[in-house]
């Protein structure tokens, strides 16, 4: 796919291992000196790894599935940060996704990285709060996206048969349209989600065009977070 600028727009594009902080520093020097400023990062990079049991799978491809999916987001936001600080103003969102929310069994390297990119969302978004920088996590729902074309061509032996069977079907039924995603994505990055930081929105579940009225409340909240899960949270009085 192949982008096109809008009157007045200018796209710049670099390629860029985001798991290694040289390539980032450069990619982020480049682009603001094309671009003039930056003002919203998406982080998006990010890959399964590999599929199977813990026992089974290949260390270096594991490693090098969080180095993508983890350490590319902390890389980024590391370099950018200083200069979205100077700014006064700033809006950061992560690709997070089902995988932090549910265990993924036989995918271990995309599900506890994707949840690491929401604890580093939440704890960053406390950081920046004083200088007006929001950071949020986004899950888009299940696309139908090379990802799924991975799973499939694994199969069910390295996958398991549940979540195999699960990719069959949407496969079938299209999956999530992109565009709803998209969606969240620019109203993350607009003006109109100001003060909505450190949480983990879904695009498909989430009434997030509504949020804006409850920017105080949620500010208080841990509604749209990951916790611990106590007895009482499920009505049990033990422990």
């Given at each position: ?30 682009a603001i000196s ?78 506890a990285s994707k ?125």
């Amino acid at each position: 796919m192949r982008a096109r600028a809008a009157p007045n727009q200018k796209i710049f594009a670099q390629e860029c291992d985001v798991s290694k902080p040289s390539e980032v520093s450069e990619f982020v020097a480049a682009a603001i000196s094309a671009l003039g400023t930056i003002q919203v990062l998406v982080n998006n990079a990010g890959i399964y790894g590999p599929k199977g049991s813990i026992e089974n799978i290949d260390f270096e491809e594991w490693k090098r599935a969080v180095e993508i999916n983890l350490y590319g987001v902390f890389h980024f936001c590391r370099t950018l940060v200083p200069h979205l600080k100077s700014l006064g103003r700033g809006k950061i969102i992560n690709h997070s996704g089902g995988g932090a929310t549910s265990p993924l069994s036989f995918i271990s390297a995309y599900a506890a990285s994707k949840a690491a990119v929401e604890r580093l969302t939440e704890t960053l978004a406390g950081e920046l709060r004083d200088h007006h920088i929001d950071v949020n996590a986004v899950a888009p729902g299940a696309l139908n996206t090379r990802l799924l074309d991975e799973v499939l061509a694994a199969g069910s032996n390295a996958v398991g048969d549940a979540f195999y069977q699960k990719a069959i079907m949407q496969k079938q039924t299209g999956g999530i349209s992109p565009s709803l995603g998209a969606g969240l994505f620019v109203w993350l990055a607009s003006s109109a989600s100001d003060g909505i930081s450190g949480k983990l929105l879904s695009a498909q579940w989430d009434p997030w065009m509504e949020l804006a009225e409850r920017t105080d409340l949620l500010a208080k909240s841990d509604i749209y977070t990951l916790r611990r899960i106590v007895p009482g949270n499920r009505g049990q009085k033990w422990g």
